[in-house]
């Protein structure tokens, strides 16, 4: 894996600090779908990333007779999320490194806007692929390189910064959060690699950061137009191919 500090690890997850009520995301559009129709199995599920746990009490909700571990790098929000969900388990983990976990432990894993931060996607996939069940599904979802991109395009005003922010999205520049942005077909090669079989599934919404985003790039609109044209463009998104939507859903399956 590539090098670097625990100092490195915090800085990238500085938007916990800004966003930590609702930055884990309270159901993520297209998770569910992706995860087993037997609601009474009694599966062993992980998240990495869970933030405050919202997506993982979800899961918890969905199958209630599975183990639901939520994990992150952060300590402060695993102790929220235990208040906020007692019957989670909780586990600290950093993503870019190894996982505490023993080989073949789980029968899905899952992330949501995690993927886009990692140092070493390859190292990433690698260790995801060992605690996974022959069988197993790594489900994940983070934003399309390409959204990214036409975001930041339209709602920076500078246009020398502008610039800038979209260069550091397309090389990867590890001066930002974002420092591992994919397209569809990219992602399709690393999990394939990675030793997974890949699928994308669609989107049917707009989580709710995609939301504030989205708003955002109409702030230029009248207020009496913003509400009809934010409605608009949603509709538009979610019937858009993967390839274009705002973020992008990939499940890999381990042979």
Request: charged share 25%.
């Amino acid at each position: 894996m590539r090098e670097h500090s625990d100092a490195d690890a915090a800085r990238r997850n500085d938007p916990y600090g800004t966003y930590a009520n609702d930055y884990g995301v309270f159901s993520v559009p297209g998770l569910i779908g992706a995860l087993p129709r037997d609601a009474s199995a009694a599966f062993r599920i992980l998240e990495i990333g869970c933030c405050y746990g919202h997506s993982s009490a979800a899961v918890k909700a969905a199958y209630p007779n599975a183990e639901v571990v939520a994990g992150d790098i952060v300590a402060e929000c695993l102790v929220k999320t235990k208040e906020l969900y007692p019957t989670l388990e909780t586990a600290l983990i950093n993503a870019d490194r190894e996982l505490p976990f023993a080989d073949g432990e789980f029968d899905y894993v899952f992330s949501s806007n995690l993927f886009e931060h990692l140092y070493d996607d390859a190292a990433h996939l690698a260790e995801v692929r060992r605690i996974l069940k022959r069988g197993g599904e790594y489900v994940i979802s983070t934003p399309n390189l390409w959204i990214e991109l036409l975001y930041w395009g339209l709602i920076n005003p500078e246009q020398k910064t502008r610039f800038r922010s979209i260069w550091t999205r397309l090389t990867g520049s590890r001066e930002i959060s974002h420092c591992n942005l994919q397209t569809v077909s990219s992602l399709r090669r690393r999990f394939s690699r990675a030793g997974f079989a890949p699928r994308v599934q669609r989107r049917d919404d707009l989580s709710n950061t995609e939301q504030r985003k989205l708003a955002g790039t109409l702030e230029w609109l009248p207020q009496a137009a913003r509400e009809p044209a934010f409605e608009v463009a949603r509709n538009l998104w979610r019937n858009l191919p993967p390839f274009i939507q705002p973020s992008i859903v990939v499940i890999g399956k381990r042979p």
